[in-house]
């Protein structure tokens, strides 16, 4: 396996009832990353149902998707097609729960889903339930170092990425549905979970309507190194180099030399 491959982050808008033509949305921007020739694409926080807290509050009527419907199987499909990974997330039903959930679809197969273990508030009172296990790095054909996925609001709490890094990510795919008036932070963190931790961050944002894009692919540096803009639909591309997540490791050994013991115990 090469040490280098290219990733890449999607954004489009998916508006809430449009499930159909938010499915069309998020299959061609895999294409186009596919012709970019990215062997990892990230997809944006409710890619296929949209988000809206009086619809999630009603039970989100038509939306959610699961782990065996129609929208995963698609994906897989063209991820098998395609030979490439793809981190989709969208509202995952379950009985009668709803969840945030990325999937982790690696040539056709689900590898792994991760449900948003913290919510925010909004989130909390729409009715949406919160995962109740972290996620953990899995390892895929193609790429070079495991992928590990993150959802949104998780990327506010520095502890999160830092597990996954020691777990062995050597790239955190977020995807986020983040709004208009708070993109400086998420740049921020984003940047900051990359270089905290010497990984690679890909970070796909929802974009139109009062959603900010900017989606992002940091180096483990904390360098910007692929953006899209504010205000369109777009793919961006990177590459992912083994030898430098190794030599930011080296310069910067804070996962080597933390010292757990004196965390406070749960």
């Given at each position: 396996?090469?040490?280098?491959t290219?990733?890449?982050?999607?954004?489009?808008?998916?508006?809430?009832?449009?499930?159909?033509?938010?499915?069309?949305?998020?299959?061609?921007?895999v294409?186009a990353?596919?012709?970019l020739g990215?062997?990892?694409?990230?997809l944006?926080?409710?890619?296929?149902?949209?988000?809206?807290?009086?619809?999630?509050?009603?039970?989100?009527?038509?939306?959610?998707?699961?782990a065996?419907?129609?929208?995963?199987?698609?994906m897989?499909?063209l991820?098998?097609?395609?030979?490439?990974?793809?981190?989709?997330?969208?509202?995952?039903?379950?009985?009668?729960?709803?969840?945030?959930a990325s999937?982790?679809?690696?040539?056709?197969?689900?590898?792994?889903?991760h449900?948003?273990?913290?919510l925010?508030?909004?989130?909390?009172?729409?009715?949406?339930?919160?995962?109740?296990?972290?996620?953990?790095?899995?390892?895929?054909?193609?790429?070079?170092v495991p992928?590990?996925?993150?959802?949104?609001?998780?990327?506010?709490?520095?502890?999160?990425?830092?597990?996954?890094?020691?777990?062995?990510?050597?790239?955190?795919?977020?995807?986020?549905?983040?709004?208009?008036?708070t993109e400086?932070?998420?740049?921020?963190?984003?940047?900051?979970?990359?270089?905290?931790?010497?990984?690679?961050?890909?970070?796909?944002?929802a974009?139109?309507?009062?959603?900010?894009?900017?989606?992002?692919?940091?180096?483990?540096?904390?360098d910007?190194?692929?953006?899209?803009?504010?205000?369109?639909?777009?793919?961006?591309?990177?590459?992912?180099?083994?030898?430098?997540?190794?030599?930011q490791?080296?310069?910067e050994?804070?996962?080597?030399?933390?010292?757990?013991e004196?965390?406070?115990s749960?």
């Open positions: 396996m090469t040490d280098r290219v990733v890449a982050a999607a954004q489009f808008a998916a508006p809430v009832g449009e499930l159909d033509q938010n499915l069309r949305n998020a299959l061609e921007a294409e990353a596919a012709e990215a062997r990892l694409v990230v944006p926080e409710y890619s296929i149902s949209g988000y809206d807290a009086d619809w999630v509050r009603s039970g989100a009527p038509g939306g959610g998707s699961e065996t419907g129609d929208v995963v199987a698609a897989a499909e991820s098998a097609r395609r030979s490439l990974t793809v981190v989709l997330n969208d509202l995952e039903r379950s009985g009668a729960h709803l969840y945030s999937f982790v679809i690696a040539h056709g197969d689900v590898a792994c889903r449900r948003k273990t913290i925010t508030e909004a989130e909390t009172l729409a009715g949406l339930t919160p995962g109740d296990s972290a996620a953990s790095p899995v390892e895929v054909t193609a790429l070079p992928v590990a996925p993150l959802i949104c609001f998780e990327h506010g709490f520095p502890e999160i990425a830092m597990d996954l890094a020691l777990a062995g990510a050597g790239v955190i795919a977020i995807s986020s549905a983040i709004r208009t008036g400086y932070l998420r740049n921020l963190r984003t940047r900051a979970r990359a270089q905290d931790n010497g990984c690679y961050v890909v970070a796909a944002n974009v139109g309507g009062s959603y900010c894009g900017e989606s992002m692919i940091v180096d483990p540096r904390g910007v190194v692929a953006r899209a803009s504010s205000t369109d639909p777009e793919v961006v591309v990177a590459e992912v180099d083994v030898a430098v997540i190794d030599e490791r080296r310069r050994p804070v996962l080597r030399l933390r010292r757990p004196l965390r406070p749960p």
